[in-house]
């Protein structure tokens, strides 16, 4: 039986596979004209469809927007009850429809035209409503829906979720979109973060900056680590230039070549060339190179490019960020 299950599993993927590849090799040149459309337009794209398609116009639309391309979706009854005034005259809309024949969507564009936005109808059939309704057509070929009964939208709404996607990319490659941008649009998620963020973002710095000067002596340096919670302390001189740092492992390598007493002083215990960084440095970027090294370190001071000591970046600090 799950033999059985395996292979008809494997049959809608091939059916798929097979319409997607059909698609590709009967490309409609119209595309191109689409896509040109957009990019001279001043104004939004608005995505529009019913049902399954409706489904894959909302998602078309969130790809564009988060992609550098300003976009929304329309659904056809709200914009037959109000909606359509969010319409302009320089917008493009995307309006999907394998038959081309559904009232509610055609009911619309009509409207949506003495707007002054421009149509492409995204259709399997070049005679429908939608075609004759559309500025510009783009005939997507359905070779075989995945349902059995070819009747449930599944090898359609592929095709056209991967047209939407491919547009999308297309717009991102010509208007020069790149990791930055799309940061900008995901401050939130784990990605945007790892784009977005720098050490100046979540870096110690002020009050909660452990360091102290070269001469201060051990129940200093030990108050400075502990009261900071950082585990460390920068050792600055008079002008607050990084001449070293202190770690609990420098203490401990000390110990084990000399005699730890009250006298000693941060000099004599700091690291004097410790791996430093940029508050412009990227905090994930920072984090696996922390995490990379032969012997990773867990805290490291954070310098101004003329060595002044500015921050202490902590590894916990950084995972809590959710990098």
Same mark, same amino acid.
């Given at each position: 039986?799950?033999?059985?299950?395996?292979?008809?599993?494997?049959?809608?993927?091939?059916?798929?596979?097979?319409?997607?590849?059909?698609?590709?090799?009967?490309?409609?040149?119209?595309?191109?004209?689409?896509?040109?459309? /957009? =990019?001279?337009?001043?104004? @939004?794209?608005?995505?529009?469809? %019913? $049902?399954?398609?409706?489904?894959?116009?909302? +998602?078309?639309?969130?790809?564009?927007?988060?992609?550098?391309?300003?976009?929304?979706?329309?659904?056809?009854?709200?914009?037959?009850?109000?909606?359509?005034?969010?319409?302009?005259?320089?917008?493009?809309?995307?309006?999907?429809?394998?038959?081309?024949?559904?009232?509610?969507?055609?009911? /619309? =564009?009509?409207?949506?035209? @003495?707007?002054?936005?421009?149509? %492409? $109808?995204?259709?399997?059939?070049?005679?429908? +409503?939608?075609?004759?309704?559309?500025?510009?057509?783009?005939?997507?070929?359905?070779?075989?829906?995945?349902?059995?009964?070819?009747?449930?939208?599944?090898?359609?709404?592929?095709?056209?979720?991967?047209?939407?996607?491919?547009?999308?990319?297309?717009?991102?490659?010509?208007?020069?979109?790149?990791?930055?941008?799309?940061?900008?649009?995901?401050?939130?998620?784990?990605?945007?973060?790892?784009?977005?963020?720098?050490?100046?973002?979540?870096?110690?710095?002020?009050?909660?900056?452990?360091?102290?000067?070269?001469?201060?002596?051990?129940?200093?340096?030990?108050?400075?680590?502990?009261?900071?919670?950082?585990?460390?302390?920068?050792?600055?001189?008079?002008?607050?230039?990084?001449?070293?740092?202190?770690?609990?492992?420098?203490?401990?390598?000390?110990?084990?070549?000399?005699?730890?007493?009250?006298?000693?002083?941060?000099?004599?215990?700091?690291?004097?060339?410790?791996?430093?960084?940029?508050?412009?440095?990227?905090?994930?970027?920072?984090?696996?190179?922390?995490?990379?090294?032969?012997?990773?370190?867990?805290?490291?001071?954070?310098?101004?490019?003329?060595?002044?000591?500015?921050?202490?970046?902590?590894?916990?600090?950084?995972?809590?960020?959710?990098?």
């Amino acid at each position: 039986m799950s033999h059985d299950i395996l292979n008809l599993v494997k049959q809608a993927l091939d059916d798929e596979i097979s319409s997607l590849l059909h698609f590709r090799e009967n490309l409609d040149p119209s595309i191109k004209d689409c896509v040109d459309l /957009i =990019l001279q337009s001043k104004g @939004k794209v608005i995505v529009t469809g %019913v $049902g399954k398609s409706g489904d894959i116009a909302k +998602k078309i639309s969130h790809t564009l927007s988060s992609t550098g391309t300003s976009a929304y979706f329309l659904h056809p009854t709200d914009a037959s009850h109000g909606d359509s005034g969010i319409v302009g005259a320089e917008d493009v809309v995307l309006a999907i429809g394998k038959s081309g024949e559904s009232e509610e969507l055609n009911y /619309i =564009l009509p409207t949506l035209k @003495k707007i002054g936005a421009k149509i %492409v $109808g995204i259709t399997a059939n070049p005679k429908s +409503k939608l075609a004759g309704l559309s500025d510009l057509v783009i005939i997507t070929p359905v070779l075989k829906e995945a349902c059995p009964l070819d009747l449930a939208p599944t090898s359609s709404t592929t095709i056209a979720l991967v047209l939407g996607d491919a547009i999308a990319v297309t717009l991102m490659e010509l208007k020069n979109f790149k990791a930055d941008d799309f940061a900008l649009y995901h401050p939130a998620g784990r990605l945007g973060k790892r784009l977005s963020l720098h050490l100046t973002d979540v870096m110690r710095k002020g009050e909660q900056n452990p360091k102290i000067g070269p001469d201060a002596k051990l129940a200093e340096v030990l108050k400075e680590i502990t009261g900071k919670g950082a585990g460390a302390t920068g050792v600055v001189d008079e002008n607050s230039k990084l001449i070293g740092l202190i770690t609990d492992y420098d203490i401990r390598k000390y110990l084990t070549s000399k005699t730890l007493t009250p006298e000693v002083t941060a000099k004599e215990l700091m690291n004097p060339n410790p791996s430093a960084f940029s508050p412009d440095d990227k905090a994930y970027d920072v984090l696996i190179q922390m995490e990379s090294r032969e012997r990773p370190i867990s805290v490291a001071p954070v310098c101004e490019n003329d060595k002044t000591f500015v921050g202490m970046v902590l590894v916990h600090d950084l995972l809590q960020k959710g990098l």
